[in-house]
């Protein structure tokens, strides 16, 4: 008589919001990052972090965010900011424009809203500058409302434990369906760490994953995009840019300013066309080779 082979089946463990969030929060009870913008008190400073947080690392945003927040405490308060005191304080956070953008929801939320920054995704979408996912962003951890923020992030996680696409239609209804009721601001901070640490873009450390048990894509082999050849920071655009803002700001308001012959590896002609760029954004006023501020 011949043994029968034992085929060994791994039990994937069923997925309900209580049991996702359980894990989740356990986890990061442990491991939460201490970052400075979770310090938000106000739905006006959670909406100046979820806007710094664009395109920036929040480790990078934690001290400019608390200096400019203690200096603008509310939209009232930035909607009459100067663009020079504005992007003096913007400066090393990049894409200048967002601080711009930002001036312009102050003055939204001032004109349309009281000065109290609206509390449901549809009003706060409505305002200049403010996308789905800051929407969400700022309704979740300001106001409590059981939405999920969808970001490469978020839709990381939860893509891989649903075992789905990202961006199916339906998508967002599900991520919402896995909110914690009551604590959806610190189930985005959770998913946003577990995503930092665990659940990362090329080498899932599946292992060390609190929803391993329950995860459809536990254990796949991750195929990541290759990544873009490098390029040096200072050789870019947006290093130049950056520089011309800084050279602008540091001198008085209102100050017309010569503007260099070179900046680093820039020679006259990319200086040139960067600030035609800062013109035609608002940014800069040009008068032939000399540049300020605009009021």
Not at 86 to 110: D, F, K, P
Request: hydrophobic residues 45%; proline residues 8%; aromatic residues 6%.
């Amino acid at each position: 008589m011949h043994d029968v082979p034992t085929i060994s089946v791994e039990v994937r463990e069923p997925l309900t919001r209580r049991t996702f969030n359980s894990r989740l929060f356990r986890w990061h009870a442990h491991t939460r990052r201490p970052l400075l913008i979770r310090d938000a008190a106000t739905p006006w400073e959670v909406l100046v972090a979820e806007v710094m947080s664009q395109q920036t690392g929040v480790d990078r945003v934690g001290p400019a965010w608390r200096r400019f927040v203690d200096r603008w405490p509310t939209a009232d308060d930035l909607a009459v900011a100067s663009t020079h005191d504005l992007l003096a304080a913007w400066a090393g956070l990049g894409y200048n424009r967002r601080a711009l953008s930002l001036r312009e929801t102050a003055r939204s939320i001032v004109a349309n809203h009281g000065g109290r920054v609206p509390k449901t995704v549809n009003a706060l979408q409505r305002l200049p500058g403010i996308g789905p996912y800051t929407a969400r962003a700022v309704a979740a951890a300001a106001y409590g409302v059981p939405v999920a923020p969808l970001d490469v992030n978020v839709r990381r996680v939860v893509s891989r434990v649903l075992g789905e696409a990202p961006t199916p239609i339906g998508f967002q209804a599900t991520a919402d369906g896995l909110v914690a009721r009551g604590q959806p601001g610190r189930w985005l901070d959770a998913v946003m760490d577990l995503a930092s640490a665990t659940c990362t873009p090329r080498a899932p450390r599946c292992d060390a994953c609190p929803l391993a048990s329950m995860c459809a894509s536990r254990g796949a082999n991750v195929v990541a995009r290759p990544r873009s050849p490098s390029v040096p920071f200072p050789t870019t655009t947006r290093w130049l840019r950056g520089r011309l803002v800084a050279l602008l700001t540091e001198a008085p308001a209102g100050a017309w300013v010569e503007l260099p012959q070179s900046l680093g590896e820039h020679d006259t002609a990319a200086i040139a066309t960067a600030a035609l760029g800062l013109e035609r954004d608002g940014i800069f006023e040009l008068n032939e080779r000399s540049a300020r501020i605009r009021a």
